[in-house]
């Protein structure tokens, strides 16, 4: 069975691994701060707080931007149960946007309409990591003074308007879970130039703990330590940091044959009567998964796995699970494109051939 997707992984990570075996402290050390200078380096940002997981890496951003219960943070309903959880958790509503039928991404004029007295933040999805209209989500949160937390957990290495997305923004959430770009086994960033945001994340994410985080790094473990506000144990470990280590640099290969087998894929699919391609831009979209929107998805889908090809739905809109509903709303283009999209396998391993024999497969199904 083709997967939807696998992780790269191999000894150069098992060695980096080992040394921090070896070196006896497994939990946030040397290798977190040496992930989070690369990434800094990477971004050209001041602050870069390594944590657990990028649900986390969400989580502690809206918390340290001041979100509590009582607040809206607009978010489209077309992402993962995640980024939803996320919010819940800081106590705030949730008001669900819908999304551009081309990019799959959050529509700035829906967000418009959306936004009340109590809106305090958006939360836009850079979807497949196409990157989202930042300009005109920007010009509506400062009118109405929002934060903007991006969800970046599909778009490390996108750019918009030639920048990096994570390193323009307010702040940026990347996830380095094991089906994402680069993988730390499970991890996630939160990317920022705000001084108070870096500083609240830095407490938050071990326990509210102020001390001299500098101390863990070095390998000391200090006994005195103030409690001074909410917290939680989100913290990267060495191991996880240490495997994101020697995924960065094995990221423009990952990156230059993701384009190519997303190329591949376009070039033997435009065609063919029955499916649609989304909106693409290959000079600035590091492609995190290949979508497609299909006539009879599930029979498709089906199909494709009596051949041994796994596809996948990103994602069941969020509006529609049970634990979401009290937040139900219209959302008329989320609603209708949720059943034509389907994932075709995307990942570093996967061969041309491989890619050939799915594009042929389809065509048989539509023929
Ligand atoms: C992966 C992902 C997350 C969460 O990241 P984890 O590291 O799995 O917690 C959030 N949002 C989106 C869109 C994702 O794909």
Redesign the pocket.
């Given at each position: 069975m083709i997967p939807v997707a696998r992780p790269c992984l191999g000894e150069e990570e098992l060695e980096e691994v080992r040394k921090v075996f070896e070196s006896g402290w497994l939990g946030m050390g040397a290798w977190v701060k040496k992930f989070e200078d690369e990434l800094k380096d990477f971004f050209n940002v001041k602050h870069v707080i390594a944590v657990?997981?990028?649900?986390?890496?969400?989580h502690l951003a809206l918390v340290s931007c001041g979100i509590k219960q009582g607040d809206e943070v607009i978010v489209p309903s077309l992402?993962?149960a995640?980024?939803i959880q996320?919010i819940v958790a800081t106590g705030a509503s949730v008001v669900f946007c819908d999304v551009q039928p081309d990019t799959l991404n959050l529509d700035p004029e829906d967000v418009k309409k959306r936004v009340s007295s109590k809106t305090k933040a958006i939360v836009p999805?850079h979807?497949r990591g196409y990157p989202c209209e930042m300009d005109q989500l920007k010009n509506i949160a400062k009118q109405h003074r929002l934060r903007i937390i991006e969800?970046a957990?599909?778009a490390f290495g996108s750019k918009y308007r030639g920048k990096k997305i994570g390193s323009f923004g307010d702040v940026t959430?990347f996830?380095?879970?094991p089906?994402?770009i680069i993988t730390c086994g499970?991890?996630?960033a939160i990317v920022t130039n705000d001084d108070d945001v870096a500083i609240a994340a830095e407490k938050g994410r071990i326990l509210g703990i102020n001390k001299d985080t500098w101390s863990r790094y070095k390998h000391e473990r200090s006994w005195f330590y103030d409690v001074e506000t909410i917290g939680f144990r989100y913290h990267m470990s060495n191991i996880n940091a240490a495997i994101g280590i020697v995924q960065m640099k094995k990221f423009p290969r990952f990156l230059e044959r993701r384009l190519e087998i997303v190329k591949l894929y376009d070039e033997n699919l435009k065609n063919i009567n029955g499916i649609k391609l989304l909106k693409t831009d290959y000079r600035s979209m590091a492609p995190?998964c290949y979508i497609i929107r299909a006539e009879q998805r599930d029979n498709l889908m089906a199909y494709l796995k009596k051949n041994d090809i796994d596809s996948g739905i990103?994602?069941i809109p969020n509006h529609l699970q049970s634990f979401f509903s009290k937040y139900k709303t219209s959302l008329p283009i989320t609603e209708k494109i949720w059943n034509e999209i389907l994932t075709l396998p995307l990942y570093y391993g996967l061969q041309n051939e491989q890619v050939l024999m799915i594009c042929d497969r389809i065509k048989n199904f539509y023929s």
């Open positions: 657990n997981t990028g649900t986390s890496a969400i992402t993962f995640a980024t996320a999805v979807y969800d957990a599909h959430c996830s380095f879970d089906i994402k499970e991890g996630g995190f990103h994602y």
